[in-house]
């Protein structure tokens, strides 16, 4: 259904109009002819028939409340990236070397969520550590919730961290 302005001579009218198919065909039916476009727009009666009809349609309420400026804004987090990097992360065995490797070392925070965070942030767009402390704000990482800006290793250690668990695990891996 839609609506449709029907010229009649000089006049216009306002009419609400449904589809149907007749076999390979659509044809149109008029369901009510409301009146003339003029007198609408002069009453601003067009207004108070959309918000009206609006009640029962979940989308325009939306609108119209968006509109109105009484729409509460809500914020929204992406997961996509965090969700297939975090498996990624957790089957090569990565989160576990960290959290070995941090054992005893008295962090206050959990080093390994920062350390993915500014991988993550890596892969997923480029840019220094205070431009991964912004774009953690947009994303939502199990245990990152808290890191502050000055937690985040600086994009060179967080890039270099594989090499440095290399050279640790052959420090402390027992020769043959």
């Keep these: ?14 009419q609400i109009v449904e589809n149907s198919r007749d076999g390979a065909r659509t044809v149109q039916r008029v369901l009510a002819t409301l009146g003339r476009v003029e007198d609408f727009e002069a009453n601003g009666k067009l207004d108070a028939l959309l918000r009206s ?12 409340s968006l509109q109105a400026g009484t729409l509460e ?12 990097f975090g498996r990624l992360w957790e089957q090569t065995g990565c989160r576990k ?9 008295g962090f206050g925070f959990s080093i390994e969520r920062a350390v993915f965070a500014s991988v993550l942030h890596r892969l997923v767009v480029s840019g220094s550590d205070r431009a991964c402390d912004k774009w ?19 994009p060179g250690w967080a890039r270099n961290w594989p090499i440095r668990v290399a050279q640790h695990a052959r ?3 027992p020769r043959t």
């Design 1 to 14: 259904m839609f609506f449709r302005i029907k010229p009649a001579g000089e006049r216009r009218y306002l």
């Design 53 to 64: 009809g609006a009640r029962f349609s979940e989308t325009a309420m939306l609108l119209s």
């Design 73 to 84: 804004a809500s914020t929204s987090v992406r997961i996509g990236a965090p969700m297939i």
């Design 97 to 105: 070397v960290i959290e070995q490797l941090a054992t005893g070392r």
């Design 136 to 154: 953690l704000g947009a994303y939502h990482i199990d245990g990152a919730d808290g890191l502050e800006l000055h937690q985040l290793p600086w």
């Design 171 to 173: 420090r402390v891996a």
